[in-house]
């Protein structure tokens, strides 16, 4: 008589029966998205701890504000704008770093050095995990942001731009500068 | 073909495939003439392994269940909980039934509600009978009480007091109705 059937697993339904109050459908997509915010929000913050909790938080207010998503953008972009936001307000709030604009970020374009040496490529894994992590800590929020949400979370420039409310000009110009200083950092390292 | 200075500027959306299918097409023909701008191209490569390797990825055991727990501490409106218990019914006993169930609910809701109003009703219904066969027997009864009235004497006083009566036979008799 009883048909035990299993979560659902098809997105637009698991949405629809959380919008129901369905906690088990939600925590199914808690459960696909979980890393990928988590990695958004660590991306800003820059900070695991911080970005654990504010992951926790961007799931808490997307069931809270879950009949307002219209489904005109995906759901995941949906949460990672909720998960950025929270982690831009939680940056801006601590005042622990300044804000780049765009046109500051295009601008810094200029000033990047023009000769960066050989490839890189040659470093010890080791050594040069310790070295990207040092220059990572030299970028500034934007641009650190930028590019971890493209290369570790492999997010469009549209999604990017999306999340991070700011041209996508802006986003090419700020992964462009992120890229060439990151680069460079890590060929002075190098040579010093 | 695109300068060196400018190929720079696309070497890394040309790595994230970013690019419109006519400047690929330029970049990927000059980085191939191009020792510096491959070597470049070669870096953003290795950049984005060496990033995805590099950073520690926080730890997520329990995650869902945190978030699951700040959850249930949000009160639900009672609808959306109704909704959610039917959910559930349907979810693992089968549509059937769960509509069974949710018409045996509508069903008692309805005689829940509809009793007072029913009793109500029933109750006006059986003294509008009650007062029907009563006219019902007053209809049959004059013809008798006529019967009386020639005799001049009435039998019942309460029944007669229902009716003006005339000893005088081309006298209209005047029904009066049964007032309580």
Not at chain 1, 101 to 113: H, K, Q
Request: with cysteine; charged share 25%; aromatic share 6%.
């Amino acid at each position: 008589m009883s048909k035990q059937s299993g979560p659902p697993t098809d997105e637009a339904e698991l949405i629809r029966k959380a919008k129901r109050g369905d906690r088990g459908a939600f925590g199914v997509l808690v459960e696909r998205y979980q890393r990928r915010v988590v990695g958004v929000a660590l991306a800003v913050v820059h900070n695991p701890d911080d970005a654990l909790e504010l992951a926790q938080e961007t799931f808490v207010r997307a069931f809270e504000n879950l009949n307002s998503f219209e489904s005109r953008s995906s759901f995941s972009t949906w949460l990672y704008r909720i998960a950025a936001n929270l982690a831009i307000d939680l940056r801006r709030r601590e005042g622990r770093h300044t804000f780049v604009r765009g046109e500051e970020a295009e601008n810094e374009i200029d000033r990047l050095p023009n000769s960066a040496g050989d490839s890189f490529a040659e470093f010890s894994r080791g050594e040069l995990n310790r070295r990207l992590r040092a220059a990572l800590d030299e970028l500034t929020p934007e641009h650190r942001a930028v590019i971890l949400l493209r290369e570790v979370e492999g997010l469009s420039y549209d999604e990017i731009s999306d999340i991070l409310h700011c041209p996508r000009g802006t986003v090419m110009s700020r992964l462009h500068y992120a890229r060439n200083r990151l680069r460079t950092i890590l060929k002075t390292a190098d040579r010093n | 073909m695109p300068a060196c200075h400018q190929v720079k500027l696309l070497l890394g959306p040309f790595e994230d495939g970013e690019l419109e299918p006519h400047e690929m097409q330029d970049v990927a023909l000059h980085v191939v003439t191009c020792g510096a701008c491959k070597a470049a191209l070669d870096d953003f490569r290795s950049l984005g392994v060496a990033l995805r390797d590099s950073l520690p990825q926080p730890n997520i055991d329990g995650f869902t269940a945190a978030v699951l727990k700040r959850i249930d501490k949000i009160p639900q409106p009672l609808w959306m909980r109704w909704r959610s218990s039917f959910d559930t019914i349907a979810e693992r006993v089968g549509g059937t039934l769960s509509l069974v169930v949710a018409g045996a609910c509508a069903a008692l809701l309805t005689a829940w509600l509809a009793t007072p109003y029913a009793r109500h009703w029933l109750q006006r219904s059986s003294n509008r009978n009650e007062v029907a066969s009563r006219n019902q027997d007053d209809m049959i009864a004059p013809p008798q009480q006529i019967a009386g009235a020639t005799a001049n004497a009435p039998t019942d006083q309460s029944e007669t007091s229902m009716f003006a009566l005339s000893n005088d036979p081309g006298t209209t008799v005047i029904w009066l109705p049964n007032q309580p």
